[in-house]
Nanobody, 124 residues
């Protein structure tokens, strides 16, 4: 399974960005998907997760109410809409897919496949 993120960039505080992650390599299989982020010298942080059919979502406390995860299974794509961005949101954002991991897991090791990451920088 290959995951390719896009949509990162440099924005000012208060702006919005939408990240995309396209999954390929396993035709006919739909995974739970998630987003994580890692800032320099910080631990990796859970951002959001969405079930395979989009009916369930989970969010990290620091992004609740500002970020929205969604998916389009026809396009094998998961999105992360990020609104009211803050400098603390600056990080590399990673897409992840869960095939074997525990249902509803919000830990990095609860996913099985990972993208290379896309940089999001929020200036004050």
């Amino acid at each position: 399974v290959q995951l390719v993120e896009s949509g990162g960039g440099l924005v000012q505080a208060g702006a919005s960005l939408r990240l995309s992650c396209v999954a390929s390599g396993r035709a006919g299989v739909t995974f739970a998907m998630g987003w994580f982020r890692q800032a320099p010298a910080e631990d990796r942080e859970f951002v959001a997760r969405i079930s395979w059919n989009g009916e369930k979502t989970w969010y990290g406390d620091s992004v609740k109410g500002r970020f929205t995860i969604s998916r389009d299974n026809n396009k094998n794509t998961v999105y992360l809409q990020m609104n009211n961005l803050k400098p603390d949101d600056t990080a590399v954002y990673f897409c992840a897919a869960a095939e074997f991991g525990p249902p509803g897991s919000i830990t990095w090791t609860g996913f099985d496949y990972y993208g290379q990451g896309t940089q999001v920088t929020v200036s004050s």
